[in-house]
Nanobody
Framework: QVQLVESGGGLVQAGGSLSLSCAAS????????MGWYRQAPGRQRELVAA???????NYADSVKGRFSISRDNAKNTMYLQMNSLKPEDTAIYYC?????????WGQGTQVTVSS
């Protein structure tokens, strides 16, 4: 079984920054598909950013230029740096990794941006 443990959420004012981390309990070297999703109240979960094993990234239009996804294979950790945060970024953020024979989600971390 694989566990993904997220950290770094919190409350921030609009225009501020937060950094999220997602630590896996197994090596992520071979994991090609990983990303961050978010779900706001009353809305469907949506992809925020994704990164491949080769470092190729993909972002939702709403976060392009403000968010940056990265991974550190040596630490088995994926990151999401969020800058210029807006109230509409408020949501529960989840990390996801596909590999090790399955699809795994983190427990979620709340990000709240006040206006």
């Amino acid at each position: 079984q694989v566990q993904l443990v997220e950290s770094g959420g919190g409350l921030v004012q609009a225009g501020g920054s937060l950094s999220l981390s997602c630590a896996a309990s197994r090596s992520i070297v071979s994991i090609n598909a990983m990303g961050w999703y978010r779900q706001a109240p009353g809305r469907q979960r949506e992809l925020v950013a994704a990164i491949t094993s080769g470092g190729r990234t993909n972002y939702a239009d709403s976060v392009k230029g403000r968010f940056s996804i990265s991974r550190d294979n040596a630490k088995n950790t994926m990151y999401l740096q969020m800058n210029s945060l807006k109230p509409e970024d408020t949501a529960i953020y989840y990390c996801q990794m596909t590999g090790w024979g399955g699809l795994y989600w983190g427990q979620g971390t709340q990000v709240t941006v006040s206006s």
